[in-house]
């Protein structure tokens, strides 16, 4: 009988664990699992990431912990806090330079560590 290899997920690469916290993802956008967030300031509430952007939402605070569809409208939705995990999995935004990507959550909760 054949042994079946099950995947190895290392989307979590650090020993602490991580914490999620409900917020309200601005409607228009379909996101998906794993997608860094940034925060409008003046409304408070989450979008994906844009290191371009001027509004809050240069600043990653927040990963997606599940696929979020808020075409339709806004969505409540748990996102991830706190943790350490593979940058190799992130759902960065087409054209993210290497460096960005390095100074994405710096100052939060959220580290980035290849598995050992």
């Not at 996101?31 to 940034?38: I, N, Q, R, S, V």
């Not at 509004?55 to 075409?71: F, K, L, S």
């Not at 806090?81 to 190799?88: H, L, S």
């Amino acid at each position: 009988m054949a042994t079946v290899q099950q995947p190895v997920d290392n989307w979590v690469t650090g020993s602490d664990s991580y914490q999620t916290t409900l917020v309200t993802i601005l409607s228009g956008q379909n996101l998906p699992e794993k997608k860094p967030l940034g925060v409008v300031s003046a409304s408070g509430k989450v979008v994906a990431w844009d290191p371009a952007g001027d509004d809050g939402r240069e600043v990653a605070v927040y990963i997606t912990a599940y696929a979020v569809d808020a075409t339709g409208g806004d969505q409540q939705a748990q996102v991830i806090k706190t943790g350490t995990f593979n940058p190799e999995q992130v759902a960065w935004p087409v054209g993210t330079t290497d460096a960005q990507k390095l100074g994405a959550f710096v100052g939060t909760p959220i580290s980035l560590q290849l598995p050992v």
